[in-house]
């Protein structure tokens, strides 16, 4: 819990100052009902968002791991292969209900909260040099 209302929450009040949300929050500059909801349960934003991600943030860290060991082999991940990766990861899990593949956004969502990730375009090889280097080297 590291968002500010928890921080709010945590610190001790002032000598004199009433223990109430009101007084917490002038003081922190959190929102009341910020904090009123925070200290009977309710999950903040990032911890919701965390919790309803298609993988768990320690396998996303892992698949990240992966697509960059595989670019530095000069064989990078094409975009549109990262869901059945994902598919693949989130099938392991131990659960009953079945799992489908993630949305159709989903890989650009993934590319947005691992920035360390970069997208590249590759250039198709030419014809030419194609069928006079790769031809022969098939039918041998």
């Not at 250039?123 to 040099?129: C, G, Q, Y």
Request: aromatic share 8%; hydrophobic share 30%.
């Amino acid at each position: 819990m590291s968002d500010r209302a928890s921080k709010a929450l945590s610190e001790a009040s002032l000598p004199g100052e009433p223990r109430t949300y009101d007084a917490r929050s002038k003081r922190s500059e959190v929102p009341l009902t910020t904090l009123y909801y925070r200290d009977h349960g309710r999950p903040s934003k990032e911890e919701k968002a965390e919790s309803q991600q298609y993988l768990h943030p320690a396998k996303e860290k892992v698949l990240v791991t992966y697509l960059n060991q595989m670019a530095n082999l000069v064989n990078p991940m094409r975009i549109k292969y990262l869901p059945f990766l994902a598919f693949s990861i989130a099938r392991r899990r131990s659960t009953t209900k079945a799992i489908k593949l993630p949305n159709k956004n989903w890989a650009q969502a993934f590319q947005k909260r691992h920035p360390e990730l970069k997208s590249r375009r590759m250039k198709a090889m030419d014809w030419n040099r194609h069928e006079k280097n790769i031809y022969n080297k098939i039918i041998d």
